[in-house]
């Protein structure tokens, strides 16, 4: 996704909290939170918050959220770690998975540098 200069592309995070000061989860299924951010010409333009409602299912929460991505129109989620089920259901959806930890705010920078790897 070296293009984010120039395109307009929607990402989701997982979060920790609930704004953008916090800190990527290191899970994706069982985060509490998403920042959903669009980024335009490398900027964030606007960016809301999601509360994961998967966080409590005895099983088969990463393919919910990985559902809730595509619901959304993410083209990319950014994760401390992503299960291999929802990882699948994920790339049907083409939706890339990059590995972020840290500040969501510098990981998103970090992400349109083009600095993040693909999980």
Known sequence: MAKTKENKIKIAVSAKEN???SEVSDVFGR???FVIAEIENGE???SEMVENKSTDQMSG???SAAQLMAEKNINAVITGNVGPRALDV???FNIEVYRGDGAIKEVLREF???KLKKI
Request: proline share 0%; net charge positive.
């Open 61 to 63: 929460a990463g393919i």
């Open 90 to 92: 994920l790339k049907q």
């Open 31 to 33: 985060s509490l939170y």
């Open 44 to 46: 964030v333009k606007k």
């Open 112 to 114: 349109i540098d083009g």
């Open 19 to 21: 704004n953008l000061e």
